[in-house]
């Protein structure tokens, strides 16, 4: 009987796999090689990034995002621009696991790759780096044809989380894509008690995709600038019940005491989980005005919705 916990075997006995003249076997070879976990094996899966087998290509590609370091960034960029959307899939996946900095010279030399998967891909890796030298190609990939790259050049400028490029996240939150205004809304939630950015994503309040509105809602709540809360508590009449929870939990993060009108009637509202959001907004603010209303969900047919009730009456 074997051990339970048998070692997958030495590297170089598994490297010499690679050699097989039967693909399979150097698929198989490359999983096992894998599974060591051992940077040992890295020049071994570097190097089947170039075999002739489009599988084995595929598989060295997710292989190599369970390491990290300049030689696998520098590998995984080249099976991006691999001819067989498989492997370049691969690779692209594997781009975004990447957590070393020393990766990132490979990556920005293809920025402006002529292949625009290419382009998004590089990007979501760089996204993952958060390295100072992605900054400024992202910003000029705002201006990008595809609406992918675009929306990933906003995830890298938003991870870098620097004030100087509110301009940019804010030109971007008028993009006239809506999965670029998403994620620029999105991204925008790092600038707190910005002024600035909470007029912009106020005014996603209006957008006509409903999750940018929901996000928007959101993220006013993150940024923590009373001056939304009229925004705010517009946007509880919002067709779509999400923005209306959105906005009932940001109202409750600004203790919006203004919005307690606008909050107690959603407490009859038909969806309990607008009741139970408008119950804890009101526990938020912890204003006594709203102890009348409160108790008067205090039998609600919701459970959570009772539970969230005698909360918010045990802060008043």
């Known amino acids: 009987m074997s051990e339970p916990f048998e070692a997958f075997g030495d590297v170089e006995d598994l490297a010499a796999d690679l050699a097989s003249p039967d693909a399979t076997v150097r698929r198989l070879a490359v999983m096992a090689l894998a599974e060591t976990s051992d940077w040992q094996a890295v020049p071994h899966l570097v190097a089947a990034i170039a075999d002739a087998a489009p599988e084995v290509r595929e598989q060295a590609a997710r292989a190599l995002g369970e390491f990290d370091g300049r030689a696998v960034g520098e590998a995984l960029a080249r099976a991006v621009t691999d001819s067989v959307a498989a492997v370049a899939a691969a690779a ?3 781009l975004a696991e990447l957590r070393d900095a020393d990766a990132g010279g490979a990556l920005l030399a293809l920025v ?3 292949s625009p998967f290419v382009r998004t891909a590089i990007l979501r890796g760089l996204k993952a780096l958060q390295i100072e030298a992605s900054l400024q190609p992202a910003i000029t990939a705002l201006s990008d ?3 992918a790259v675009r929306v990933q050049a906003v995830g890298v400028i938003g991870y870098l ?3 100087e490029t509110l301009p940019a996240l804010i030109g971007a939150a008028r993009d006239g894509s809506a999965e670029v205004r998403l994620a620029a809304v999105k991204a925008l939630s790092f600038a707190d008690q910005s002024a600035e950015a909470a007029a912009a994503v106020s005014a996603a309040l209006k957008d006509a995709a409903g999750e940018v509105r929901a996000a928007a809602a ?8 009373s001056s939304a809360s009229p925004a705010l508590v517009a946007a509880l009449a919002d067709e779509l019940w999400q923005v209306r929870q959105k906005a009932l939990q940001s109202l409750g993060r600004l203790r919006a005491r203004e919005a307690l009108p606008a909050i107690i009637a959603l407490l009859g509202d038909d969806n309990p989980s607008l009741r139970k959001d408008a119950a804890a907004a009101l ?3 912890a204003d006594p005005a709203s102890r009348e209303a409160l108790a008067t969900r205090a039998q609600d047919v919701d459970p959570d919705v009772r539970k969230t009730v005698a909360w918010a009456l045990g802060r008043l």
Do not use: D, N
Not at 218 to 225: A, D, I, M, N, W
């Open 92 to 94: 692209a996946e594997s």
């Open 112 to 114: 402006a790759h002529p």
């Open 145 to 147: 044809v595809e609406p």
């Open 161 to 163: 989380k620097r004030q």
């Open 218 to 225: 959101e993220t006013l709540g993150r940024l923590g600038v």
């Open 283 to 285: 526990g938020e603010i």
